[in-house]
């Protein structure tokens, strides 16, 4: 049995350092635990992910190891990408309700979760499999969790939408129940949490009409995140982030990812220094790297191109110089980071240009 142990801070940059974010693994394998807190991403294809191997798990990795969260992705099943740093997930393409009651105690018997992730009852619609029957069947798989697993926190999802009108017609009937068998064992003292995630989608987030763009699996992930944030210990609690605060000469401000964001090409800004995830940096060889991703220099940029966050991959775009002047120069470009026009205001972009040493392109790590 393969065991990792490792932080899932660590880990999320040390994978995606090792291989280009494309790779991916497939099938069952051999489970991955560093003693995190248990989470089982449960469901169907849109678990999987489909169309977008690792689906939602990737974003939502790259979220909890920003926020400092110590994590096991748990489940019989091993997909995604380098950028995911934990592939585990019990996600079944094509599978109903009643496919995944049948094997959900063997199962938790196995990945002892201490909190659960459900978005299931798709194929009940897709396959029109006694529709009307699907709530009922949905209530049943929620008490066979929660009597297998009392103390885990279960966070059960309304289904995305779909694009064919018929469809998405059942979809929202079979929505609209959720938060009242929710509600009802709440009312019986479960852990139960309802998530909208149909209304964190629109069909515009679909690649196929069924399964999401991978602009959709982030906004599954993020609406899993919050969801995740709002019930303390369900993903335990965060670590003291590591790394340093990049701060510019000229405002006295901080080097800050947008709202934590973990989608390549995100830009950088300056911000009033907070000490969160998003303002800290960690120098690893010539790499500078926050939220799991690398500070990147788009291939053939030239002076006034963004700088930017991508997948981390080790390339001469990705190696940074702290210089002894305080400038942070590119190895493949040439070009330092520059508040943009010199500027000193909260959200100013932070863009690559000639080396000057003005106060707008000198750093201070602390």
Not at 254 to 274: E, F, H, K, R, Y
Not at 301 to 313: I, N, P, R, S, Y
Request: one cysteine or more.
């Amino acid at each position: 049995m393969r065991t990792r142990k490792r932080w899932i801070v660590t880990a999320a940059a040390t994978v995606a350092l090792a291989a280009v974010a494309l790779v991916t693994w497939t099938g069952v394998a051999a489970a991955e635990s560093n003693g995190g807190v248990r989470v089982l991403p449960l469901g169907d294809s849109i678990t999987e992910g489909t169309q977008v191997p690792g689906g939602y798990r990737i974003g939502l990795w790259q979220r909890m190891a920003a926020g400092g969260y110590r994590v096991d992705l748990v489940g019989s099943q091993f997909n995604g990408p380098a950028a995911l740093g934990d592939h585990d997930h019990e996600g079944h393409p094509g599978w109903r309700i009643d496919q995944i009651d049948a094997n959900i105690a063997g199962w938790l018997r196995t990945t002892t979760p201490r909190t659960v992730l459900l978005h299931i009852g798709t194929n009940d619609i897709l396959q029109n499999f006694n529709v009307a029957g699907a709530p009922g069947r949905l209530s049943t798989l929620i008490d066979h969790i929660t009597s297998a697993a009392p103390a885990a926190d279960v966070f059960v999802a309304s289904i995305i939408p779909l694009s064919n009108g018929g469809q998405e017609a059942a979809a929202r009937t079979f929505n609209a129940a959720i938060p009242g068998i929710v509600q009802s064992k709440v009312d019986a003292g479960k852990r139960v949490r309802f998530v909208d995630m149909h209304a964190a989608l629109t069909t515009a987030d679909l690649i196929d009409g069924i399964h999401p763009t991978a602009t959709g699996y982030d906004k599954m992930a993020a609406t899993w995140y919050a969801a995740l944030r709002s019930v303390p210990g369900s993903i335990g609690d965060p670590a003291t982030p590591t790394g340093s605060a990049l701060v510019s000469a000229a405002s006295g401000r901080c080097l800050d990812v947008p709202n934590g964001s973990t989608a390549n090409g995100v830009q950088p800004i300056i911000w009033d220094c907070s000490g969160a995830a998003n303002q800290r940096w960690t120098v690893d060889g010539q790499t500078l790297r926050s939220v799991g991703k690398c500070l990147d220099s788009p291939t053939g940029a030239t002076a006034g191109a963004k700088v930017q966050l991508w997948d981390c991959h080790g390339g001469a775009n990705q190696r940074w110089s702290v210089n002894a002047n305080g400038t942070i120069s590119n190895a493949q470009s040439g070009l330092c980071l520059d508040v943009s026009g010199n500027a000193t205001a909260n959200g100013t972009t932070v863009i690559l240009w000639t080396c000057t040493a003005a106060a707008n392109q000198r750093w201070t790590l602390r």
